[in-house]
Each structure stands twice: as structure tokens, then as C-alpha cells.
């Protein structure tokens, strides 16, 4: 009776420790276990913009919802009308489909005063000739809203990867320095991200789930001049950065 008790109580005891053992695992630091040192990279490159995208918004309110329809429909076609005229092709155009909402006298009184119609449009311009042309008329039509321009190269991809390769390189200079200074050297690579800044160490290398985010192209304030109140930026500023983690050795 007493070596049935006995067992019984040390096979609970091992069942408890292998429990706390794998509780302890599971909830383990998820960095590295290994000497390691992290670093960021940085790279920038100033360069002219050779094209633009210009969203904004077609939107129209009527007492009738056909009303309010119409007249997006109209501003629509005088749009295509235009923008043709400036050499913009129907491929560098896009439009959603358009929107139709009532609206309500108030918050508590749901009494319908009205319609509004809407339609969100993007226009790619590969040519910057014709920029300030294509914003001045936005800027004119009484149904046109939000108007937002953004300027971008059409060698944006040659670009990034030479500065991905700069980034690189900043990184492990820094880290040759940074291990210098404490007497140790970098090793191996252990982990690359391009995440903008580091936020969660063990979120940017794949320990955790964390969303990666690119480094972002960024206007200059730096305008030129222009015989219009619109301007164009002289250059636009890419950028990447990478983060690296080093294995490091005495």
C-alpha cells in the first residue's frame, strides 16, 4: 500500500516538473542565445522625379439623387475630355466605382435632405510637363475635392537596390566599430530586416508577429520656382534602411 502511495506521489512530482519545464520553455526569451550585437543601416539618395500621381475626389450633392449622379457623370467626361488633351491615356487613369449616400437633416432626425454622389479618381502622369497644368484645373472645378500630388522616378527600383546595398554596407561599418570599441568582433550575420525603425527586437526578426514596413520615399522642402502658385520639388529623397543582427566573437 505504502510503495503504491510512493509511486503514485513521485510519478505526479515528475508529471508537474516536466509541466513547469516545458511552461518554462514556451514562454523563453525568443532572442538569441548567443553573443550578438544589432546594428541599423541607413542610405539616401537625392534624385529629380521624372513622374507624378494625383488622386482626388469627383463629388456632387443635389436635392435628387439623379441629380447628384449627373453631375459626377458630367464632370467625369469633361475630365477625360481634358486630361486627353494633355496626352494622359485611359491606362494612367483610375476610377472607382462611384458612391451614392443620403443625407439626413441631423444626428437624431433621419428626415433625407439630400444626395451626395461620389467618385475617387487616381491619374498617373508620366510626363511632369504637364503637372501644373492638370492641378490648376483640378483646382478650378467646383466638384473636385481632396486634391493630394505625389512625385516618385521611374527608376525607383534601380534606385532601392543600390541603396539596399549601401544600407548594408553602413551596417556592418557600424558594427565593426561598435565591436571594436568594446574589444570583440563580428562574426556572422545572424538576421537582416529593412523595418523603418526597430520597434520590437524579437517582432522585426521573426520571433513575434510584427508588420514590416519599408523605408519611405519623403519630399523635400525644398521647392523650385514657378510662374504659377504651384511648384514642383527640385528632388525627391529616397530612402532605406536595414537592421542586422551580428553574431560576435572575442
Do not use: C
Amino acid at each position: 500500500m505504502k510503495l503504491t502511495i510512493l509511486t503514485t506521489a513521485l510519478t505526479t512530482a515528475l508529471t508537474t516538473a516536466l509541466s513547469l519545464g516545458l511552461s518554462t520553455a514556451v514562454q523563453a526569451s525568443p532572442l538569441p542565445d548567443f553573443p550578438f550585437i544589432t546594428v541599423s543601416g541607413e542610405a539616401r539618395l537625392d534624385v529629380v522625379p521624372d513622374k507624378a500621381r494625383i488622386q482626388f475626389v469627383i463629388r456632387h450633392t443635389a436635392a435628387k439623387a439623379d441629380a447628384a449622379t449627373e453631375a459626377v457623370y458630367k464632370q467625369g467626361r469633361d475630365l477625360m475630355q481634358f486630361l486627353a488633351a494633355q496626352g494622359v491615356t485611359e491606362a494612367d487613369i483610375d476610377a472607382a466605382q462611384i458612391n451614392k449616400e443620403a443625407l439626413y437633416k441631423d444626428y437624431n432626425d433621419r428626415t433625407i435632405t439630400g444626395y451626395e454622389a461620389s467618385q475617387p479618381i487616381t491619374v498617373t502622369l508620366n510626363q511632369l510637363g504637364n503637372y501644373v497644368a492638370v492641378m490648376d484645373y483640378l483646382f478650378k472645378q467646383p466638384q473636385i475635392f481632396s486634391i493630394q500630388g505625389s512625385f516618385d522616378s521611374s527608376q525607383r527600383e534601380q534606385h532601392e537596390l543600390e541603396l539596399s546595398e549601401q544600407a548594408g554596407a553602413d551596417a556592418r561599418r557600424r558594427a565593426t566599430h561598435l565591436a571594436a570599441a568594446q574589444g570583440v568582433k563580428i562574426s556572422s550575420v545572424f538576421a537582416i530586416s529593412d523595418s523603418a525603425g526597430w520597434g520590437a527586437l524579437a517582432g522585426d526578426f521573426g520571433f513575434a508577429g510584427s508588420a514590416v514596413s519599408f523605408g519611405a520615399m519623403r519630399k523635400n522642402a525644398e521647392m523650385a520656382d514657378s510662374s504659377a502658385n504651384l511648384v514642383l520639388p527640385r528632388h525627391i529623397t529616397l530612402q532605406k534602411s536595414v537592421n542586422v543582427i551580428y553574431k560576435i566573437k572575442p
